[in-house]
Structure formats: structure tokens, C-alpha cells
């Protein structure tokens, strides 16, 4: 019964040394009546205790001897480990030792692979991840094999060694072809050919790149099993630095473009802007002066006005279009006055001559803004404007000043179409129109509300939209105030 478990052949044992004399007892119970119904029971008592003694040492016996193989095995087992103690420990002591240089290579990957300057240029990186990958195997032949790359402006194709190194990369040669097709089978392997042996680590970056890492493995045995897993490990953190690194550079170069495009772009507004503002002023002022001259007849007079009113509504567009760049620019510097509300809504709601019914209502103690009185008239006309665009002919306009402690507000409401919760998220973004605007008003540039958001953020404001649809739309304006007694007072 050697093979048996233990816990077995424990309980066989016992079952074979109380299972028969417990037999024996139960028969000569039974045949106390019958069979031993004559015979003495002090002897028939006597009689199953030397039988079931007699069992028992024949048990003893057989299981002595069964158990005498196992025996001398742990014996001679404990006289070698007496003997091979040396050899023993200098395999555990090698065991510990492979154990903590894995260790160490996998914690020195993962301190490596946070050092990697993914938002550095991709040929840096790849140089980077080569020092990277010699610190982690201890090995200083380590090379990376760039293969194809279709950007080369981003990563050219080549031999790249380590950071400190600082060597341009080298040219791709038939070594390196050789080792990227042979027994491409794993990520990780050992190939022997015409150049000798290497350890070639395949780099998974997609297709825009094939590239790998690459060590001379001559004289030294295959990779064991865990070095495989080891290099597998190595090549997929760097495939993924370099796969970031590239796209970085990419987003990096398309943002560089963009931002010359934007720069390009305000370069263009400033300068249009700056051209059309002395033309349409001076067609502003000869309709003005024409309108004072006594020979112009009364019918003249009326297309005059018109050309008058159409030339001041394009030049404040145009200078919106100016605010605009210059937002974009940074160079908007708002001066900071105190003034009063009133009388500056009342006058940009006249330039407007909208023919419309209009009220202003003054709430509160009276205070002062303090702001840019020029650039609040801009932001007034660009809401009253829009109030009156996309507001049904014959509704009012409605405005309200609210002074309330260091604040002024300014409500300018309308009866028009409302708005939608996206259309209010995006109602201050630059050339934005929702498609309601763009069917009530086809001609509208966008930029109105934008510019207006820029200005008040420069004056230290705010503004801001409340609306609903079918039920038309509020903008508030919020300034400093101080109140009016301060100002007489000083």
C-alpha cells in the first residue's frame, strides 16, 4: 500500500483491526442459543479475547512490514539532506538571488516608464526608452531597430541608441531586417542565423510604425521562460510610450497649426476692421452733411437718413469684428470711470431707431457704474440689437437697471423666441448661431454676444442669459457699482 494517502490507509488499518473482533463477538452472541448453548461463557468470553489479540499482532505485522519501505525512504531521504546541506543552500541561495534580480528588473521597469518624456520629440523618447531598457536587463548592448516609419518627420527611420550617447540614429542594415522576420512567431524570442544569436523584442505601435528592440544573445543560453515574459513585459510598456509620444507630437503639430491659422485669422480681421472703419465713417458723415444742406429735396433726404443709420450699424459690426481679434489677441485694456446708466442705454437705444416699444426702469438707491462707458455702449447695442433681430415685429423691449450693494445690473428682455439649453451653453461662443437664429436672421456674424461676454469680463462684469422657449429671452449685465452719495460727496 505504498501509494495510498495516508489519512487512508490510517483508516483501512483501523477498520480491519476493529471490524473482525467485533464480527467474531456479534457470532457468538447469535449463537449462544444454539450452536454454544452448551458451552461455559466465561470460555467463549475468553475465547473471542485471545482471537481478536491474535488479530491484532497479525496486523502488526503486515502493516510493519508495509510501512517498513517508508521508513527506510524518510531515513535515507534525512542521511542525503545531511550529506548535500551545501549544495542545497547554493541552490536556494541562487533561487533567492533569480528572485530578487526579477524584482529588481520589474520595479526599475516601472520607475523607468514613468521617467519617459512621452511629450518630449518621438526621437528623444525612443533614445529614452533604450536607456530605459538597458537599465532594466542590465544589459548595455540594448538597441532600438525603427524599420518603417510614415512620418519621418516625427520619427525617421534608423538605429537608435541611448540617451547619453547623443548619436544620430544609424542606418537600417540587413542584421536588423533578418532579426525583425525571424521566427516572428512571439513578441519576445531568441533567433539565431547568419549574424548569430539575439534577443529581439517586437514593438506593437500599429501601422503607422514598425520597430523593435534588439540585444546580441551569443554564448549565453536561451531565455528562460520568465525572461521571455520579462522582455514581453519591457517591449509593451515601450510600445506604449512611443505610440503617446507620437501622438503627441502629432496633436502638438496640429495645435501649432491651428494657433497659426487663428493668428493668421486675426491678423486678416484686424486689418479689414481697421480698413473699413475710415470708409464707412466718412459715408457716415457726408449723409450727415448732405441731409444740413437746403437743396437736397425732402424725398433725398429720407434715403440719406437710411444711408446714415446702415453706415453707423456697420461700423459698430466692424467694430465688433476689431473687439473680437482683440480679445483674441489679449489687447483689450477697458479704462474704469464712474458714470451713470441711463442716460447711455437711452442713447444706444436711439441709435438703434428701432421702431419698437421700449422701457427703461431704474430700481434700487441710486448708484454709479464703474467701467468703460464706451465699451458698456458697445456691449448695450450688440443685446438691444439681438433683442430686436430675433424678437417678432411690434413686441417691446423691455429694460431694467438693479442696484443692490457693490453691483449694478442691466435686464435687457424680449419677447422673442427663447432659447434652448444648448443654444444658452453655447450663446457666448465665437461665430456660434443656433439654427432658430440662423432661420429668423441669415445674415447675423455671431460675434455680437461673444465680444459683449469679452468686454464685461475685461471690465470686471459679468453677463449672462435666462430664457426659455416661446417665452423670449433675458440678458443680464452685471457691473461695480459704488452709490451716487459717495459721488456727490467727493
Known sequence: MPGTGLWL?????????????????????????????????????????????????????????????????????????????VAGDDAYRALAASLDERNRQVGTLARESLAVPIDDEPRRVTMALVSSVRSVMGDPTWRCAVLASERPLLLQ??????????????????????????????????????????????????????????????????????????????????????????????????????????AIQADFLRGVTHDLQTPLTSIGALAVELQADDAVPDGARADLESIAHQAERLRRMVGQLLVASRLEAGAVTPVQEVFTVRPLIERTWSALRADRLFSLTVEGPPHLAVGDPDRLEQVLWAVLDNAVKYSPTGTPIEVRVVADADRLRIVVHDEGHGMDDETQARAFEQFYRSPA????????????????????????????????LGRGAAVQLSLQAEPAEAEAGA
Open 437 to 468: 437664429a440662423r432661420r429668423l436672421q441669415p445674415d447675423g456674424s455671431g460675434i455680437g454676444l461673444y465680444a459683449a461676454r469679452g468686454l464685461m469680463l475685461a471690465m470686471g462684469g459679468d453677463v449672462s442669459i435666462h430664457s426659455e
Open 9 to 85: 490507509r490510517i483508516f483501512v488499518g483501523l477498520l480491519l483491526a476493529v471490524l473482525p473482533p467485533l464480527l467474531l463477538l456479534v457470532g457468538a452472541l447469535l449463537l449462544a442459543d444454539s450452536v454454544l448453548s452448551d458451552a461455559d461463557p466465561d470460555l467463549v468470553a475468553l475465547s473471542v479475547v485471545v482471537g481478536s489479540i491474535v488479530w491484532a499482532a497479525i496486523l502488526a505485522i503486515v502493516f510493519a512490514r508495509a510501512l517498513n519501505e517508508d521508513v527506510r525512504s524518510l531515513l535515507s531521504l534525512a542521511r542525503r539532506g545531511d550529506e548535500g546541506g
Open 157 to 262: 527611420s534608423g538605429i537608435y541608441h541611448a540617451s547619453d550617447e547623443e548619436a544620430a540614429p544609424e542606418p537600417i542594415g540587413d542584421l536588423e531586417r533578418w532579426a525583425s522576420t525571424a521566427s516572428a512567431e512571439a513578441a519576445a524570442r531568441r533567433v539565431e542565423g547568419p549574424w548569430g544569436a539575439f534577443a529581439v523584442i517586437e514593438l506593437a505601435i500599429g501601422s503607422e510604425v514598425s520597430a523593435m528592440l534588439y540585444a546580441p544573445w551569443e554564448g549565453r543560453s536561451a531565455p528562460s521562460r520568465s525572461e521571455l515574459d520579462l522582455m514581453t513585459l519591457v517591449g509593451q510598456h515601450a510600445a506604449a510610450a512611443l505610440e503617446h509620444s507620437l501622438l503627441y507630437a502629432r496633436v502638438r503639430s496640429q495645435a501649432d497649426e491651428l494657433n497659426r491659422m487663428a
